[in-house]
């Protein structure tokens, strides 16, 4: 079972698994074991629907799969059945997200 048919989060939240350094991206991006930056790369596990803004729906932007980067610093980290996530805002604290990866998956 994964962690989107676990849980249903709400509004913009998402669910990334953080890449380990020392690892390499599907895409091919590669995080140095030595890598200390304030930026990380994580692979969303599960997503909320997105929010309303002014009365209007705006549906998420990232898809389960994709791989995102983000500010260390944000998010709320936790571990559900010994797996690290950081839970994030979908439109606010992710940076940006591999466009190799979700080409790939269409």
Do not use: H
């Not at 803004?53 to 983000?70: H, K």
């Not at 944000?74 to 559900?80: A, L, P, S, T, V």
């Amino acid at each position: 079972m994964t962690l989107q048919e676990k849980f249903n989060f709400q509004q913009d939240i998402i669910a990334v698994k953080p890449i380990d350094k020392g690892e390499s991206t599907k895409g091919g991006i590669f995080l140095p074991s030595n890598f200390e930056g304030d930026f990380r790369m994580g692979k969303v596990e599960a997503v909320g629907p997105g929010v309303y803004s002014n009365g209007i729906f705006v549906a998420q932007t990232v898809q389960c799969g994709d791989v995102v980067l983000y500010d260390w610093g944000k998010g709320k980290r936790i571990i559900i059945e010994g797996e690290e996530y950081v839970l994030l805002s979908g439109f606010r604290d992710v940076l940006a997200v591999q466009t190799r990866n979700r080409n790939k998956e269409r």
